[in-house]
Structures are given as C-alpha cells and as structure tokens.
C-alpha cells in the first residue's frame, strides 16, 4: 500500500520547537519534490514548504520563512520538517505532500495529518 505517513505532532506553548516526520511506505519518494500544508479549524488547507527531488531548493511561505526548515533524507525514505519559534496561529492539522516540481505547491498525493497545537 502506498502511503505517506506524519509524525510527531503535540502540543507546545509559543516559542517552542517541534520536528515533524513523514515516511513513504510501499514507494521512494527520492525522485519526488516533497512539500508541507496545513490546515487550521474553519481555514482551507495551505502550502507552506517544499524541498526539491535531491534536497538542493526549499521553498518557503512568508508566514514560517526564518522559522522553519524543510529537510529530507534519502536513505531512509523520509521527509523532516523543524518547526521553531512556535506561534499559537500555527496551531493546525500538518500534512505531509508528494507536490509537482513545475509549481512546487501543487499537492499529488497527501499523508493522514499530524495535529500541532501551540498554546499562548
């Protein structure tokens, strides 16, 4: 079964640190631009990052540049994303994405979520 799979969600109080994972199971993800949404109660679903097929280009939105960072590794068929300097607005549901390299925030495939809560 082909699938994508979050982790490492929770809850955290501003200003502190989270590292989500995700894992392609029953395929490689290495020849795959890789990318990060989410989405909060009431709001529709939105990119945030992606990082290219061989990891050289990350791409981020204005509202986590500087605080996140986009990161995979290969060799273990996982993608990585190092939340800092948590806010309570980046409290939502995070879905890990195989995305089309042509637009970089255009999802294909979509992981089941991983909830992250920032309290005040």
């Known amino acids: 079964q082909v699938q994508l799979v979050e982790s490492g969600g929770g809850s955290v109080q501003a200003g502190g640190s989270l590292r989500l994972s995700c894992v392609g199971y029953?395929?490689?993800?290495?020849?795959?631009?890789m990318g990060w949404f989410r989405q909060a109660p009431g709001k529709e679903r939105e990119w945030f990052a992606t990082?290219?097929?061989?990891?050289?280009?990350?791409y981020y939105a204005d509202s986590v540049a500087g605080r996140f960072t986009i990161d995979r590794d290969n060799t273990k068929n996982t993608v990585y994303l190092q939340m800092n300097s948590l806010k309570p607005e980046d409290t939502a549901m995070y879905y890990c994405?195989?995305?089309?390299?042509?637009?970089?925030?255009?999802?294909?495939?979509w992981g089941q979520g991983t909830q992250v809560t920032v309290s005040s």
């Open positions: 990082i290219s097929a061989g990891g050289t280009n990350r």
């Open positions: 994405a195989k995305v089309y390299c042509d637009t970089w925030k255009r999802a294909m495939s």
């Open positions: 029953g395929y490689t993800i290495d020849y795959n631009c």
